[in-house]
């Protein structure tokens, strides 16, 4: 069974409206999102034992370029873990647009597996780019929901977009929107247990 409710999250500063908060809730997840840039403040789902932890945090930057990932630290095609990548290969971490295959349909985006809880994220999209974070500059200083404390790669964020730049760049995926047509973009996030 699916709910979803609505209620008063807070007001913005100057009069600048009213900011809603819309939960949505089913047998396999809870999510709540704020009316201010639709954006997602918790997002609940269950690990193997069945029960539920909020595993929403992150921040955005876009910047980068087109390059080939084969053989390079940047290609993760195939599964790794990814604290133990980031020491093999001396990163300080990631913030950059991985470029998908492109098409304006659904397609596979990424998939990550949490080996200790049974976790797994399927992403899928119709936008041409992922920016994927890894949390680079959590410090510990953060205190998040419940006290939690963030150090340095504590989370991470995959975030579909088109590629950074793209207004200016005639090769990249087009980016504008003209007088009369439609912004259409989904993203999908299928969470399972393993």
Same mark, same amino acid.
């Given at each position: ?25 089913? !047998? ?18 269950? !690990? &193997? ?12 930057? @876009? ?35 991985? *470029? @998908? ?7 596979? *985006? ?8 049974? &976790? ?17 500059? @959590? ?44 912004? !259409? ?10």
């Amino acid at each position: 069974m699916a709910s979803v409710t609505r209620a008063v999250f807070g007001e913005l500063p100057s009069g600048g409206g009213t900011v809603e908060k819309f939960q949505l809730q089913s !047998d396999l997840l809870r999510v709540d999102i704020i009316s201010w840039g639709c954006t997602i403040t918790a997002l609940e789902v269950k !690990d &193997r034992q069945g029960r539920a932890s909020d595993v929403v945090l992150g921040f955005a930057e @876009l910047e980068g370029e087109v390059a080939p990932v084969q053989g390079t630290a940047f290609d993760l095609r195939k599964p790794v873990e990814l604290g133990k990548h980031l020491q093999d290969f001396h990163l300080n971490g990631f913030d950059h647009n991985f *470029c @998908l295959k492109g098409s304006k349909e659904k397609h596979f *985006c990424a998939r990550v597996h949490h080996a200790a809880s049974g &976790r797994v994220l399927e992403v899928y999209t119709t936008q041409p780019g992922v920016q994927f974070y890894t949390g680079n500059f @959590l410090d510990g200083t953060l205190k998040g929901k419940n006290g939690a404390v963030y150090p340095k790669h504590s989370g991470f964020c995959l975030e579909t977009q088109n590629w950074p730049d793209a207004v200016n760049q005639p090769r990249f995926p087009p980016v504008l929107l003209r007088p009369g047509e439609e912004y !259409d973009h989904t993203t999908w996030f299928k969470f399972s247990v393993a």
